[in-house]
């Protein structure tokens, strides 16, 4: 596998590999580093489905807010690059802050207003930076397919929504959340949980697992299948930011689930100071 560093480094690895009269498939897994098996799961279906995958690491300044965990963000290259080759990557790429957003730097990128609602209420600068990395990797990679798990569930509808509103020319993959033993969404944010936080970390998923148990008993009202969660995290350390019901594509928030379309059940809050999302879905064509 090969480590590439900075923009030359990606661009002299593509004349290499993708010569013009061979195209290839492209899967690239856009990360932030400190890999965990969400993000090998990712890997490993890109090697499944592509000739080529690619890893980038890049612990992205714009869709971090003021005061937020930028400084703090676990970073561990030697470990990202060795789980990388371990799943079968022919690239892992990594890049620093300064030549991604060189002096000068100006361009943004304005979304729809599902940007704003549910995780960017509490966190205003993340969609807004996460869109602009993402473009700007799918344009620096030109990949075929791009692949990105569901626990950032609000993270991938946008990104759906972005590449189809610019007619870019690749698949987005969106893959389904890997947990740990207890349920725990995995995340590169759980390594700052305490033994005890993890307990009350564990029951978000726990309250999302009774709120889909309800629903398979009928429950269909938004208000009943909120009320479920809120009574497995019961007097946990947990400061809740939100638990909403939301339509599957755009996010609006919905009083009931209609089996034959369903819905997703959405929740984040904060354990310790670790800030933690997670969601289910909820009936729908596939269930
Ligand atoms: O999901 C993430 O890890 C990040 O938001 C992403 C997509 C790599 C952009 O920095």
Redesign the pocket.
């Known amino acids: 596998m090969k480590v590439l560093d900075g923009i030359q480094a990606l661009r002299e690895w593509q004349s290499t590999v993708t010569p013009l009269s061979a195209p290839r498939t492209l899967g690239l897994v856009?990360?932030?580093g400190a890999l965990h098996e969400g993000?090998l799961a990712l890997v490993r279906r890109a090697r499944a489905e592509c000739d080529l995958v690619c890893v980038?690491v890049?612990?992205?300044p714009t869709?971090f807010g003021p005061g937020e965990d930028l400084a703090s963000y676990p970073r561990d290259r030697a470990r990202d690059s060795e789980l990388a080759a371990e799943v079968g990557a022919d690239a892992v790429w990594f890049a620093r802050a300064e030549e991604v957003y060189p002096a000068g730097f100006a361009t943004r990128i304005e979304l729809p207003s599902l940007a704003n609602r549910l995780c960017g209420i509490e966190r205003p600068h993340h969609f807004p930076?996460?869109a602009l990395?993402?473009l700007k990797?799918l344009h620096l990679f030109r990949p075929t397919h791009a692949y990105?798990?569901e626990k950032?569930y609000q993270?991938s509808v946008l990104?759906t929504r972005m590449v189809r509103d610019l007619d870019l020319d690749l698949a987005i993959v969106t893959c389904p959340i890997v947990r740990e033993e207890s349920g725990l969404a995995r995340s590169?944010r759980n390594v700052g949980l305490s033994e005890a936080g993890r307990m009350a970390a564990g029951t978000l998923s726990a309250g999302l697992f009774r709120a889909q148990m309800a629903y398979a008993e009928g429950v269909v009202d938004a208000a009943a299948l909120i009320g479920e969660v809120v009574a497995e995290i019961g007097d946990q350390k947990v400061a809740l930011e939100f638990i909403e019901l939301v339509d599957r594509e755009t996010l609006e928030p919905l009083e009931t689930v209609d089996p034959a379309l369903g819905a997703r059940l959405l929740i984040a809050g904060r354990v310790e100071k670790v800030r933690l999302i997670d969601n289910v879905p909820l009936g729908g064509p596939e269930a």
């Open positions: 856009p990360t932030m993000h980038s890049f612990v992205n869709q930076g996460v990395i993402v990797l990105f798990g950032d993270q990104v590169s």
